[in-house]
Nanobody
Framework: QVQLVESGGGLVQAGGSLTLSCAAS????????IAWFRQAPGKEREFVAG????????YYSDSVKGRFTISRDNAKNTVYLQMNSLKPEDTAVYYC????????????????WGQGTQVTVSS
């Protein structure tokens, strides 16, 4: 089992920045990838960014590429999402997710999920 706890959400003006954190605990050595998803009101949950638990592979959705950066600190078992140049359309609940399976990257059927953290971008 893996437990995920997100933090760092909040209210920010358009053009501003926020950094989200996802602290993982439990059987983290078995993980293949940790990712961030988001869900805005009335919309489906969507993939934002992902990072392999080992190695330097990162993945981004087209809507955030160039503005968001995902990184990890294995010593702290923590994954970060640095969000710059935020737009009102980035407003959503952001979820951290983790999985052990190869190839899961952009799919929604992750095994483990955090509770989510709200990000609100005002115009």
């Amino acid at each position: 089992q893996v437990q995920l706890v997100e933090s760092g959400g909040g209210l920010v003006q358009a053009g501003g920045s926020l950094t989200l954190s996802c602290a993982a605990s439990g059987s983290t050595l078995s993980l293949y990838v940790i990712a961030w998803f988001r869900q805005a009101p009335g919309k489906e949950r969507e993939f934002v960014a992902g990072i392999r638990w080992s190695g330097d592979f990162t993945y981004y959705s087209d809507s955030v590429k160039g503005r968001f950066t995902i990184s990890r600190d294995n010593a702290k078992n923590t994954v970060y999402l640095q969000m710059n140049s935020l737009k009102p359309e980035d407003t959503a609940v952001y979820y951290c997710a983790a999985d052990r399976r190869v190839g899961i990257i952009r799919r929604k059927e992750y095994e483990y999920w955090g509770q989510g953290t709200q990000v609100t971008v005002s115009s």
